[in-house]
C-alpha cells in the first residue's frame, strides 16, 4: 500500500521556523522526484520545492528562496522541508508529491495544516 504521510505542521510565528516532515512507503522512493505543494484557502495548489531523486537538484519558488530548504533521505524514505522566517503568507495545506522520474507514476499526501501568526 503506498502512503505518504506528512507530519510536522502547526501554529508558527512570524519569522519563526518549522520543519515538515514526509515518510514514504510502499513504492521505489530513490526513483522518484519528490516537491512539497502547498494550498492556501480559495487558492490553486502550488509548488513550493523540488527535489530530484539524489538529491543534487532543488528548485524552489520564488517567495521561499532563501528561508525554505527541501531534502531527501533514500535510506529512510523521507522528505523534509525545512521552513525558516516564516511569513503569515506561508499559511496553507502543505502536501507532500512523488513523481516517477522515469514513466508513469504519481503520489499524494493528505496534507498538513501550517498556520503562521502571531
Known amino acids: 500500500q503506498v502512503q505518504l504521510v506528512e507530519s510536522g505542521g502547526g501554529l508558527g510565528q512570524p519569522g519563526g521556523s518549522l520543519r515538515l516532515s514526509c515518510a514514504a512507503s510502499?513504492?521505489?522512493?530513490?526513483?522518484?522526484?519528490m516537491n512539497w505543494y502547498r494550498q492556501a484557502p480559495g487558492k490553486e495548489r502550488d509548488v513550493v520545492a523540488f527535489?530530484?531523486?539524489?538529491?543534487?537538484?532543488?528548485v524552489y519558488k520564488d517567495s521561499v528562496k532563501g528561508r525554505f530548504t527541501i531534502s531527501r533521505d533514500n535510506v529512510k524514505n523521507t522528505v523534509t522541508l525545512q521552513m525558516n522566517n516564516l511569513k503569515q503568507e506561508d499559511t496553507a495545506v502543505y502536501y507532500c508529491?512523488?513523481?516517477?522520474?522515469?514513466?508513469?507514476?504519481?503520489?499524494w499526501g493528505q496534507g498538513t495544516q501550517v498556520t503562521v501568526s502571531s
Open positions: 527535489i530530484s531523486t539524489t538529491g543534487a537538484h532543488t
Open positions: 510502499g513504492f521505489a522512493f530513490s526513483y522518484y522526484h
Open positions: 508529491y512523488a513523481r516517477k522520474a522515469i514513466g508513469s507514476g504519481e503520489y
